[in-house]
């Protein structure tokens, strides 16, 4: 079992992060992993706050940024616009808010705590929605970073791992390194 902090998830968070948060507490395989969830950030890279739905820390995998859509169906418009449930058609890309989340939470190790050699991985995770094929291949995200309502009712544990792992083969393999991701002495 994962230790979450917050212990308890809020009542009025969204039904996909209830979920996700129930999955992640109960997975097998997860007694060392730290999960964060609805992590504020004071620095973030295109708002003036923003939010982590998750961080799951993971010794010997690496840290993943998780943002979570709860919405029932997803789609996405020609022009680019993404269509999630009966919200309003927007421009701003999941994807784009889990990368820039990532981006905020790597800056932050970096600079004020001077861990720079683990690898930070970021997806989105459609908790009721099924992801459609022509959203599983785009130039903008890698089809290892869609989780869908799927994922969610297979082993999240594993599906996280996975995520990790392909994306550190994915980044070395477009010559980035890393050390060993190593766990607490």
């Not at 418009?77 to 939470?105: C, H, I, M, V, Y």
């Not at 683990?118 to 903008?140: G, K, N, Y």
């Not at 869908?148 to 550190?168: F, H, I, K, P």
Request: include cysteine; hydrophobic fraction near 45%; glycine fraction near 6%.
């Amino acid at each position: 079992m994962a230790h979450m902090i917050p212990a308890l998830i809020d009542e009025d968070a969204p039904p996909g992060e209830r979920a996700l948060f129930a999955a992640l507490m109960s997975a097998e395989g997860t007694a060392n992993w730290t999960v964060l969830h609805s992590l504020r950030l004071v620095d973030h890279p295109t708002q003036q706050r923003g939010e982590i739905d998750f961080v799951v820390v993971a010794p010997d995998i690496g840290i993943v940024v998780i943002e979570v859509k709860s919405h029932l169906s997803i789609a996405r418009k020609p022009n680019g616009e993404w269509l999630l449930g009966r919200d309003r058609p927007t421009t701003r890309s999941p994807f784009q808010q889990a990368d820039d989340a990532k981006f905020a939470l790597e800056k932050f190790l970096s600079t004020r705590v001077g861990l720079t050699a683990t690898h930070i991985e970021s997806c989105v995770w459609f908790t009721h929605a099924p992801v459609r094929r022509d959203l599983r291949a785009s130039i903008e995200w890698a089809p290892w970073q869609v989780l869908d309502m799927y994922t969610l009712q297979g082993d999240v544990a594993e599906a996280v791992t996975s995520v990790a792992a392909a994306g550190r083969t994915h980044r070395t393999e477009a010559g980035h390194r890393w050390p060993s991701v190593v766990g607490p002495d």
